[in-house]
């Protein structure tokens, strides 16, 4: 069994990052711009800006946090939105969710302009992935198609699971599953038996949010298992969606949690705002 060391590929991503930067401004004299929206006190969305803010910092980009009390209106945001999408020092755009449940969200994602939705969540963007067209992708499937790719690992022909059918996480992973030739199938919380599909899985990629979801008698002897889940156990310990200690003796290579998708996404939200920096420049 082989680790998937996210931790390891996101400090060289940075890296790239970081010397891409340096690049930009010898040419440009402009660095990347990241601007991020961060709604009420969610702790989790603080922790994650934070995390995305020293990130930032590390790699030499500008970045602003517009921080909005809960009670917000959704004119207030879209004119925050729309500030940033003139401002000719931001190139990227991130907008923290969840939102609080008066906010309309899908509106507040289809306003970003498209070249500067480095989430990947804007409806154009959504729409170059499906016909496999370049575009921004949401960095937390592109850090696991990035993790495949330093490990060598062919997808092409091999029956992949996605585990989770979300906007953010399944669903464009399901997409650059199957734009890299895998056989892709998508479950969720009403497939019938989870266990038949995963257990003829060559991989299982899941993102559900439920802990010890798949366990030992749900994935095939020397299957690929990544796990996509962020959750806190009893103990306050992150765990993920896979029964780690159990399943990870028959895998071939799986990725543990922490320190393997986690790092990752950060690391190609710094790609993506580079990529936007270098389009706009
Ligand atoms: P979500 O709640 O929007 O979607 C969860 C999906 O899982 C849904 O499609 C639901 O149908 C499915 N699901 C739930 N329970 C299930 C079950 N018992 N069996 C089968 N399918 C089930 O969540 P999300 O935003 O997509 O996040 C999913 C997980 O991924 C969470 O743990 C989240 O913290 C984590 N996440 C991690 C990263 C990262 O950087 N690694 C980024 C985003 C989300």
């Not at 990347?32 to 590390?58: E, F, Q, T, W």
């Not at 500008?62 to 945001?77: F, G, L, R």
């Not at 003796?249 to 996404?265: A, D, E, F, L």
Request: hydrophobic share 40%.
């Amino acid at each position: 069994m082989q680790i998937l060391d996210g931790k390891a590929l996101s400090k060289k991503i940075e890296a790239e990052v970081a010397e891409g930067v340096k690049k930009l401004k010898s040419e440009t004299s402009r660095v990347p711009g990241l601007a991020v929206i961060l709604v009420g006190n969610d702790p989790a969305s603080h922790a994650y800006v934070g995390m995305k803010k020293k990130a930032c910092d590390r790699v030499g980009f500008y970045s602003v946090t517009h921080e909005m009390p809960e009670t917000i209106s959704q004119e207030a945001i879209e004119q925050t939105i729309d500030m940033m999408n003139k401002n000719p020092n931001i190139d990227g755009i991130l907008i923290q969710l969840p939102l609080p449940k008066h906010i309309d969200t899908t509106r507040l994602l289809e306003i970003v302009a498209p070249q500067k939705d480095v989430d990947g969540f804007h409806p154009y963007n959504v729409g170059r992935l499906a016909t496999g067209l370049d575009g921004f992708v949401p960095c937390t499937p592109l850090g696991v198609m990035e993790l495949f790719k330093e490990y060598n690992i062919d997808l092409k022909g091999k029956d992949a699971v996605v585990v989770g059918a979300s906007d953010i996480v399944g669903k464009p992973m399901a997409a650059l599953l199957l734009n890299a030739n895998a056989t892709v199938t998508v479950t969720h919380i009403y497939t019938k038996d989870l266990a038949a599909h995963t257990r003829s899985a060559d991989i299982v990629l899941v993102g559900a949010g439920v802990i010890n979801l798949i366990k030992e008698d749900m994935v095939k002897d020397g299957a690929i298992v990544i796990d996509i889940g962020i959750n806190r156990n009893e103990e306050g310990r992150l765990v993920g969606d896979v029964d780690f200690e159990n399943v990870s003796r028959k895998c071939s290579y799986i990725t543990p949690v922490p320190g393997g998708v986690g790092p990752m996404t950060i690391a190609i939200l710094l790609k993506n705002t580079l990529k936007a920096a270098q389009a706009n420049s």
